[in-house]
């Protein structure tokens, strides 16, 4: 929790975020995926100064046990002095207790922020997916959040002035806003109109504008000129035999097929899973993993 302090921007995680947007695919598969088209609404999740401090903070808790459909966990919250925004305690279950930052005790709108990292750690333990050291695991968990409906909460926490600032969760406010921008493309919804704070929205159009270039990249059709440049040169110098390594490299790679065609492989621009399709000119592939059919021109 940054609180008044210096707040990281950019997209320095980037890599950590993709290979978590694949993560989650690989273990919940399509088809669960898809039954989080709906984000948690806002109004299940407000929290105005005059509701009971510990009743709404249960109320809250419940809801996104609801949304992250584990009907049989129990969270407890409570508050007490702390360094970070909150902490979880994972057992067996069913019972999960919660401890939020004192902070939340007078800035209770942003308690479902905080709730929603801590109640993703129980639902990815529960599915035994996790990612190896604390940084990439906390990584793990808010990308988990954003890109299953309740990380807007996340990002909408963050607020900054010329003389405060606060920050919830491990990734940038830019990498929320594209972690938001992927799940809106896949499931046409458009997060920013439940932001409240002005410097999430900018964040938000920032990491959107990340995630579009995402599908503009070669061989896809939707690459621009200079895209669909350096990929041709790119191509004649994977199929000159005589030709040392390439002078860049892109974010795609071209193979030799042993008796077969050249091919050249990519990452979905859905779920960042490599695709190799042999290079022949248009070709339509389609993701094993998200099921996004592409248009390519290879």
Excluded at 49 to 54: N, S, V
Excluded at 254 to 273: D, E, I, K, Y
Aim: net charge positive; with cysteine.
């Amino acid at each position: 929790m940054a609180n008044g302090g210096p707040v990281e921007h950019g997209f320095p995680h980037l890599e950590t975020v993709r290979a978590a947007v694949t993560a989650l695919y690989r273990r919940l598969s399509y088809d669960t995926v898809r039954t989080f088209s709906a984000s948690v609404a806002p109004a299940n999740v407000a929290f105005c100064d005059t509701d009971d401090l510990h009743l709404g903070a249960q109320r809250v808790a419940h809801e996104l046990v609801r949304h992250y459909r584990l009907p049989d966990a129990r969270v407890i919250v409570s508050f007490r002095e702390m360094t970070h925004a909150a902490s979880v305690e994972l057992a067996a279950g069913p019972e999960y207790f919660v401890e939020l930052n004192d902070r939340f005790r007078t800035h209770r709108r942003d308690i479902g922020a905080a709730l929603a990292h801590e109640v993703m750690h129980v639902y990815l333990h529960r599915l035994d997916l996790s990612f190896p050291g604390t940084r990439d695991n906390e990584i793990l968990t808010d990308t988990a959040a954003a890109y299953l409906g309740a990380g807007w909460l996340l990002l909408d926490a963050f607020r900054q002035d010329a003389a405060s600032s606060q920050k919830l969760g491990y990734l940038t406010p830019e990498e929320f806003g594209y972690v938001l921008a992927k799940r809106a493309l896949v499931f046409g919804e458009d997060p920013s109109v439940w932001f409240t704070s002005p410097q999430a929205y900018t964040a938000y159009t920032e990491g959107r504008a990340r995630a579009r270039r995402d599908g503009q990249q070669p061989p896809l059709t939707a690459a621009g000129w200079a895209g669909r440049r350096r990929y041709a040169r790119d191509r004649r110098h994977a199929q000159d035999p005589h030709a040392g390594a390439p002078a860049e490299e892109g974010p795609y790679a071209f193979t030799a097929g042993g008796s077969g065609p050249l091919r050249v492989s990519f990452p979905c621009p859905t779920c960042h899973q490599r695709i190799r399709v042999p290079v022949r000119g248009r070709v339509r592939a389609r993701c094993g993993l998200c099921r996004t059919v592409l248009e390519c021109d290879t």
